[in-house]
Every structure is written in C-alpha cells, then in structure tokens.
C-alpha cells in the first residue's frame, strides 16, 4: 500500500467524522480534569457531614482527577472510534455537552440526593442543552480550552498535592500537641477480628484447627470465654469498644455517627501522651467518617491498593460494581487483606521515634462476606471454594445477602470458606505478633484480641449480621496477652462483654482517672470479689436498612431489638413487644425459646424489669 493511498485514507476517514484527535483528547482531557476537581473538592467537603454516605480520605482531591482524567480521554476516544461508524456528524460542541452531561451526573451521584433515575435524566438533559448551545462553535470552543487548560492543571496539581499531604501534616501536628507521657514502655495493641464468631476458634472448642496462633496468644494470657459484644455489627459495637457505652447511649447507628458526647480511648489515651493510630480493613463503616477517628493522629481505612483508589470514585465505583460480577469477580473491590494491615502498621510503626507508647487499633476485614481469601489458602479444610455470589451484602442489596434458598451442600462450602478466611487470618496474626517480637516490643505490649461481632452462617435461617442478637451474632473472642503482666493460660468462664474493654485498658496501664464506666475485667484473673457471675449484658440493633429485609429477618419482623445475656439466660425483646428466652449455656445454637413455658414466663419479667432498670440507668 503506498503512503499516497494511506494518506488519502486518513483525510478521507477524519473528514467522515469531523472530528480530529488532538480536538477529542483536548476536550475529553478538560473535562476529566474539571469532572475530577470538582468530584475531588466536593468529596472532601461532604465526607463525614451527616447525611452524606461519602467514603474518602483528603487524597480524593488527587484520585479523582487523576481518575476522571483517565476515564473522560478514553471515554473521548471510544466516541472517536465510534464516530467513524455513526453516519450523524459529532463536533467538539457534541462532545462538550455529553461530558457536561457525565459531569454533572457524577456530582448528584456523589451527592447522593436525588434518585438515580432522576439525576441521570436531569443530566442529559443538561448535557443536551449544552451540546446544542456549542454545536458548530468548534473554533472558539478549541480556544477556550486550550488557553484555560493550563488554569485547570494547576488547579489540579494544587488541590492534589494539598490532599496527598494532608493527612501527614495533621499528624505531625497532632503530636506535636501531645503531652508527656508518664506510661514510656506500655503500648497498647488492640486488634478486632471483624466478624469473628467465637466458636470457629479452635481455642473455643471448634473441631477444625483454623486458628493456631491465636490460640498460642491465648495460652500466654488471659481467655474469657464468654465474651458478648453489644450490637450485632460493625458501627455501634467499635463505638461501644472505644467509649465503653451501650449503643443506646452512644447512638452510633445506621446513619449516625459516633457523635463527640463521650470520649474515647484513643482520645483518652492521647492525653496521656500515647501515640495513636488505628489501621482499618472496613471501609465501610471503620472510617473517620462515621466518628471512629477521634483521639487517633493516624487513621488508616482507604487507599491500601490502586483499585481501592478507582473505587472512592464515583465513576470507578460504579463501573467496578457493574462490571466485575459479570466477570464472575464477587470479592469487595480493593478489599483491603491482612497482610496489608500488618504492613501499614509496621510501616507507621518503623517510621515513629520510639519516645512515645502507642496505641493502636487494628481491624482486619478478611472474615466479612464474601469469604475469598488469596489462593493459597484455597485447598485449606476442603476442595470446594464458594464463587462467592451466594453470601454476598455488596451485590444482592435486594435478596439480602443470600440467595433465596441454600442448600445444606451450598451452606457447608459457604462455611468451610469462612473457615479458610480464618485459616489466613490466623497465620497474618502470627506474622504480626513475630513482627512485633522481633522488634522487641512483645514484652511491653498489652495485646487484645477480640471481634466486633460474630456471624450468621446458615443458623436460624440467617446469613450476615446486623439481623438479629442471636448468640451466633454476638459471641465473640476476647483475649488478653501482657508477659509478666497479665497471668498466661487462664480462661475466664463468666459472661463479659466489650464495653468493658476501655476502662480495663486505663486499669492496665495504671490510669486511675478515667471518664469509663467502671466494672473492669481485671477482676476475673486479680481474685476480686463477684467472681462468680458476670453483669448482665445489655446489646442492641435497630433495623436501619433492614427494615424492609425479607420476613425470616428479626430485625425486619420485630423491629428494633434488645437483648440481655445473663450466667443462666439470653432473653430478646422486640420493639414489636415479641420475647424470646434460650437457657444459652445449655442450648448455644438457641433452638428451643421458652419464652411462653411457666419458667419462661416468670423469667421473662424479671429480665423485663432488669432490661428496664439497665436502659434507664444510661
Ligand atoms: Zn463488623
């Protein structure tokens, strides 16, 4: 083919489509930048503002454009390939008012006020009128954008790197606002398994070996075998483990966050001159947004991967969550895996001078459905992995995790998947701890195990959590490891629960003034008095986005729940008025409510009185 021939071709083909290269990549280059800024800017001034579901570190004021930019030039030049197929002519005026139009769309999608359907239609409509208004005004349109691109890039890099650095220089502040501390030596590590049932635990009588070195950490400390926590998901029970209050009093719930009212650990333990940090696999709800980050100078939930990046996008996070299921990926884009929470940890840690204590909060999110885990793990307790489409919140918001029916088959696989998540888990735990030792720190540490809540897997015809206060849902790990501190091999059996972890940590550590609730599990290894039974343990869920679930959801039948575990009974009142009553310790999967048997009627008054008694007293 001669070059006279090829030439001839080229003329011919950009005549056809009236548009030229260097014309697309300009306008769809000025756009990205223009959608990215104001997606970025807009992001960072909605996150944490209440009512605004938006989940993004200050670097979003990089991601986006950076993002935006990407996806507008290959939006831009996918319209120039198909123009050589559509016969309609597309000037730069067409093109302006489409990426208008995508502009506008994703800023009401982030903003997350109106309908979708609303805002896409209110978009082209925009986008059409705009398109109209500059069809066949190319020239000045080419002018206009070449003459201000520059403005935008600066723009850009300005508001980029303000958002890359953001974080660190309020660190850096941060500790340098921080007291002497009289506590040199005594850091704190404080790790939430999230959505760890306790009895997948080999330590707590489960028959498969998941969990080798936890249980190691347990022999070196204290068990408590009958931990509860008070909500039965993530938000309300970390704003229980961080402020040592009941989900009733502190009001961390579906879409409030955990207000300033009480203080919490972190806070707590920053005043007193502690180094604090908190590294966060759940981005979903263990987030500064949702009030967690108080107290903590470092506070690590998002950008762990360059898919979690795309995916704080909006543009990203849609075409993530259309996309890949069709490709037969189930798995949370950009899910953050354990070993990424040791490596952000040790990296924070290595790079901190050592003149401080620290306390940091670990929360690891390889339990939480879907359970997939890295493939090597993948042939760990049986052959057959789930796809992970079964048990999955993120991608049947409408059948509620679940597919209307599984199979006992179907529900074993969904188990040993669990299983071979903690399987994972576990051995990264053992890599954190030898970590810690070989930098020498495993002597001075107060380590604490525990979980924010369990999960259903199959039992009472549930999946997930936040549906229910059964035991499967609330029982969960606590373990409490200190050398020389804290006695080795001994395992509480009296009811506790996780609101009591913040005043035992300011025990621990030899605070004697703290702003906690008292009742300290120092008492059940110290040979203190009431040895014998715990204090009733009062947890609670509202239905939040339940409240339309399936009818086999407690939380969608009865309301709002509320629970009280005593050492003999684990009774549950609805808002409805419906009680159930289980002798847990001799029926742990909760089958046999007695709640309507002559015992069971007169218990289920006094703990209706006792519930009473604990709610008002808060
Ligand atoms: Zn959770």
């Known amino acids: 083919m001669s070059t006279a021939h090829l030439d001839s071709k080229q003329v011919n083909l950009t005549s056809r489509s009236h548009l030229r290269i260097s014309k697309v990549l300009l306008i769809s280059a000025w756009f990205g930048l223009l959608a990215g800024l104001l997606e970025g800017i807009t992001a960072n001034f909605l996150r944490g503002v209440s009512g605004f579901a938006i989940r993004v570190s200050p670097e979003i004021l990089w991601i986006a454009p950076a993002f935006d930019l990407a996806f507008f030039i290959l939006t831009g030049l996918g319209l120039f390939l198909a123009s050589y197929l559509i016969p309609r002519r597309i000037d730069a005026g067409v093109l302006a008012g489409l990426f208008s139009g995508i502009t506008l769309l994703g800023l009401l999608l982030l903003v997350g006020q109106l309908q979708q359907l609303a805002a896409l239609v209110l978009s082209v409509g925009v986008g059409t009128q705009i398109g109209r208004r500059l069809r066949n005004k190319e020239p000045q349109l080419t002018v206009f954008a070449q003459y201000t691109f520059t403005v935008l890039i600066a723009a850009a890099l300005f508001t980029g790197m303000l958002g890359a650095t953001w974080d660190s220089w309020r660190e850096r502040q941060f500790v340098a606002d921080l007291p002497k501390s009289d506590h040199r030596g005594t850091n704190v590590l404080f790790i939430v398994l ?90 979903s709800y263990v987030t500064p947004e949702w009030g967690l980050a108080r107290g903590f100078s470092h506070f690590e939930a998002y950008g762990s991967s360059l898919a979690d990046d795309v995916v704080r996008t909006v543009y990203g996070r849609k075409l993530a969550l259309n996309i890949l299921p069709r490709l037969g990926y189930f ?19 290595d790079s901190t001078d050592g003149g401080r204590p ?25 052959d057959t992995v789930t796809r992970g489409d079964l048990v999955n919140f993120q991608f049947q918001p409408h059948t509620h995790r679940r597919t209307p029916s599984l199979t006992a088959k179907q529900i074993q696989v969904e188990i040993d998947s669990y299983d071979r ?13 030898s970590e810690l030792a070989n930098r020498g720190l495993d002597k001075n540490t107060l ?37 020389g501190k804290i006695p080795v091999g001994v395992r509480v059996p009296q009811i506790v629960s996780l609101h009591q972890i913040p005043y035992t940590v300011m025990e621990l550590i030899g605070e004697a003034s703290t702003p906690f609730p008292g009742n300290s599990l120092v008492r059940f290894w110290s040979g203190a008095a009431d040895k014998a039974t715990g204090t009733p343990i009062l947890s609670e869920v509202s239905p939040g986005r339940f409240k339309a679930g399936p009818p086999n959801y407690p939380t969608a039948r009865g309301g709002g729940l509320k629970s009280l575990i005593t050492s003999q009974w684990h009774f549950i009142l609805s808002e409805s008025g419906s009680a159930e009553l289980y002798a847990w310790p001799q029926d742990r999967r909760e089958l046999d409510n007695l709640a309507e048997t002559p015992a069971g009627r007169v218990a289920v008054e006094g703990l209706k009185r006792r519930l009473d008694e604990i709610i008002k007293k808060n």
């Open 331 to 349: 798995d949370i884009p950009g899910r953050k895996r354990a070993s990424q929470v040791n490596d952000e940890f040790f990296s924070w840690l």
């Open 421 to 433: 998540c903690l399987a994972y888990l576990d051995a990264e735990i053992g890599r954190l701890l």
């Open 194 to 283: 999230d959505t760890l049932r306790a009895d997948h635990i080999s330590s707590y009588g489960y028959q498969r070996r998941t969990t080798l070195n936890i249980d190691r950490l347990a022999e070196r400390g204290v068990l408590f075998e009958n931990t509860f926590a008070n909500s039965s998901w993530t938000l309300p029970s970390h704003a229980s483990l961080l402020t040592g209050r009941f989900p009733s009093e502190h009001k961390a719930d579906w879409w409030d966050p955990l207000d300033g009212t009480y203080p919490t650990l972190a806070e707590v333990l920053a005043k007193n001159g502690y180094r604090t940090a908190a590294f966060a696999a759940n981005t």
């Open 358 to 382: 620290f306390f940091v909060l670990l929360n690891y999110f390889d339990l939480h459905d879907p359970y997939l885990t890295v493939d090597s793990f993948h042939s760990k307790f049986s």
């Open 447 to 483: 380590v604490i195990i525990t979980s924010d809540h369990g999960e259903s897997l199959g039992n009472h015809d549930l999946f997930g959590h936040g549906n229910s206060l059964y035991l499967e849902t609330l029982h969960v790990p606590l373990i409490l490891s200190w050398p």
